[in-house]
Nanobody, 127 residues
Framework: QVQVVESGGGLVQAGGSLRLSCAAS????????MGWFRQAPGKEREFVAA????????YYADSAKGRFTISRDNAKNTVYLQMNSLKPEDTAVYYC????????????????????WGQGTQVTVSS
């Protein structure tokens, strides 16, 4: 069984930064492609960022480009989402997701492609 656990959410003022962490366990972490999604109140879950299991390929939603950075440390079984220049519209529950893949360069942007999800961590950006 694969477990995915997020941490690092909180309350921050507009323009501030947060770093989310996601730890995955249960299988060789380097076989997981990882992604971050978010869901704001009354809205559907949306893609934020994804990273291949090699870490060499990343992809961002337009809303995240230039402000967010996804990275991973396979030695620590952890993926990160560094969020800078936060805006009130970034307020949401952020979810980490994992999918087992044997293709080192692949990343995935559709929520249905992911097999394992964390419980989410709340990010609130005040104006």
């Amino acid at each position: 069984q694969v477990q995915v656990v997020e941490s690092g959410g909180g309350l921050v003022q507009a323009g501030g930064s947060l770093r989310l962490s996601c730890a995955a366990s249960g299988r060789t972490f380097s076989n997981y492609a990882m992604g971050w999604f978010r869901q704001a109140p009354g809205k559907e879950r949306e893609f934020v960022a994804a990273i291949s299991w090699s870490g060499g390929n990343t992809y961002y939603a337009d809303s995240a480009k230039g402000r967010f950075t996804i990275s991973r440390d396979n030695a620590k079984n952890t993926v990160y989402l560094q969020m800078n220049s936060l805006k009130p519209e970034d307020t949401a529950v952020y979810y980490c997701a994992a999918v087992i893949t044997y293709y080192s360069g692949n990343y995935y942007v559709q929520s249905g492609e992911y097999d394992y999800w964390g419980q989410g961590t709340q990010v609130t950006v005040s104006s």
